[in-house]
């Protein structure tokens, strides 16, 4: 069915990313040398050794998410992805659902990003200088500051100056596994797995999540780009499996090269790794982290605000974040998302250990991103089964292998987040799952609380238009495209 109004939505985002932005925002969000930075302390100190195969599990949920994220993005481009799609498929209750989780998600994902750029930037100008409290704050304002740079200036200043950090860590990377393989013999460590931590293997895995996600931000980069319904979801897939090539290469020699004992709870895994690869100039592993950092603190913004923005053109949230300015961007969400992410840093620093911070947060942001992946597995599952069809030479036939692929990964994904219950408060403490259930419980709150939306803005053609949510369902389209 055809929408009933052919205007152009209001505050509809600039169309102006091609396939090769695209993709350099999926890898790049994914910030693999970050990423290893900011959690691989963490995980070796849940899960030592099986770290490594702990990642392994939770990436094939994820692979087969990104095939998914492609099918979705196909019929329904929209800059607010996983929440849309539960809405034109599961219903608007369910979308409220998906929306208050997918906040969570990416919110919990900021902070975590700001303190270690902070950090590492006061390490790298100052190296044997032990930063106050009002030195980090003052640098992380300045990167809470620098990300609104790009971010104001629209999608496609970003994924420009986004692919100038990719290169930087690209080729930083190259380099780090050249050396690290050149030193193997002089530096190399015993492995000893030993019997293998179930609990600390789960909570492992969930926080993984938070370095196996990134790639799927060209979904919600959907509605500025170029070709909506062809070119988003094939940069998330190679966004996913590069990320998880990167760690297959790169854990395996940083665990083998460094003891379990120095790696495990430290602030940043690589410096350690770097102090026994290079010796004497151990700094330099901060400038490709921190240019990996940078790009992962705007990238995971771009994320979250492209989310409020739709939520807001919609009024599921405050409407102000659905306006955008004379560029074409959502300024005010760009501004309230940063601003919000440094206050929470800012708390952070002032009244908490890093320590608890890390592990508290980190572990609530991976399960929300487990849980956000969850639902649009599920969302997947049901539209292939119940919804879509595709007719090839006039045969009508279903995709079999997606809907497996979309069932597994739900269920793996649910699996996850059984065991996260269940083993968390033993790895992290028991107060992560009373923050995770009132969390939860905020989010059903949300569902029944907020204003009632009708509006639900869909692509035809090209273009972005309003669809009253009484025609959804007769709206889908489930030929294949």
């Given at each position: 069915m055809v929408p009933k109004t052919q205007n152009k939505a209001p505050n509809a985002l600039k169309q102006n990313l091609k396939m090769a932005d695209l993709v350099a925002l999926s890898v790049s969000s994914v910030g693999p040398l970050f990423s290893i930075a900011a959690t691989g302390g963490v995980m070796a100190a849940n899960a030592g050794l099986w770290t490594i195969p702990s990642i392994g599990l939770i990436a094939i949920p994820f692979i087969l998410a990104s095939f998914i994220f492609r099918l979705l993005n196909r019929h329904f481009p929209h800059a607010g992805a996983s929440y849309h799609w539960s809405a034109r498929v599961l219903g608007i209750k369910a979308s409220r659902f998906q929306a208050w989780v997918l906040i969570l998600a990416y919110f919990a994902s900021i902070p975590p990003i700001i303190i270690p750029a902070a950090n590492y930037t006061l390490n790298l100008i100052f190296p044997s200088y032990h930063p106050s409290t009002f030195a980090e704050i003052i640098a992380a304002m300045f990167w809470s500051g620098f990300a609104l740079i790009p971010l104001l200036r629209g999608s496609r200043p970003t994924a420009k100056l986004t692919q100038i950090f990719l290169a930087v860590e690209i080729l930083s990377v190259l380099a780090i596994v050249i050396l690290a393989i050149s030193r193997w013999h002089a530096i190399s460590v015993p492995m000893h797995f030993g019997k293998p931590p179930i609990g600390g293997m789960i909570v492992t895995a969930v926080v993984a999540a938070t370095i196996l996600d990134g790639w799927e931000i060209d979904s919600y980069a959907s509605e500025e780009s170029v070709n909506p319904k062809g070119d988003p979801g094939l940069g998330g897939i190679v966004g996913a499996l590069l990320a998880l090539g990167f760690y297959a290469v790169m854990y395996p020699l940083m665990f083998g090269e460094t003891p379990l004992g120095l790696l495990s709870g430290a602030a940043n895994p690589m410096s350690v790794w770097a102090q026994r690869?290079?010796?004497?100039?151990?700094?330099?592993?901060?400038?490709?982290?921190?240019?990996?950092?940078?790009?992962?603190?705007?990238?995971?913004?771009?994320?979250?605000?492209?989310?409020?923005?739709?939520?807001?053109?919609?009024?599921?949230?405050?409407?102000?974040?659905?306006?955008?300015?004379?560029?074409?961007?959502?300024?005010?969400?760009?501004?309230a998302t940063l601003g919000a992410a440094f206050a929470v840093t800012l708390l952070q620093s002032l009244f908490s250990t890093l320590s608890s911070f890390f592990g508290l947060v980190l572990s609530t942001a991976g399960f929300f991103l487990v849980t956000e992946f969850f639902l649009d597995s599920v969302t997947a599952s049901v539209f292939l089964f119940r919804m879509h069809t595709s007719r090839v030479d006039g045969v009508s036939h279903r995709h079999r292998v997606l809907l497996a692929g979309s069932v597994i990964s739900a269920l793996t994904f649910l699996m996850f987040m059984i065991g996260f219950f269940i083993f968390g408060p033993r790895a992290i403490g028991g107060s992560v799952d009373y923050v995770v259930g009132i969390l939860i419980a905020m989010g059903i709150a949300f569902v029944f609380l907020v204003k009632r939306h009708t509006v639900i803005y869909m692509f035809h053609g090209n273009a972005a238009v309003p669809q009253i949510e009484d025609e959804l369902i007769d709206a889908v389209d489930v030929t294949e495209i």
């Open positions: 690869l290079l010796p004497h100039a151990s700094f330099l592993m901060l400038i490709p982290v921190l240019a990996s950092t940078a790009g992962g603190l705007w990238l995971t913004s771009f994320i979250l605000i492209r989310a409020l923005h739709a939520m807001g053109r919609e009024g599921l949230v405050f409407r102000a974040f659905g306006q955008v300015n004379n560029r074409g961007i959502p300024g005010i969400a760009t501004i």
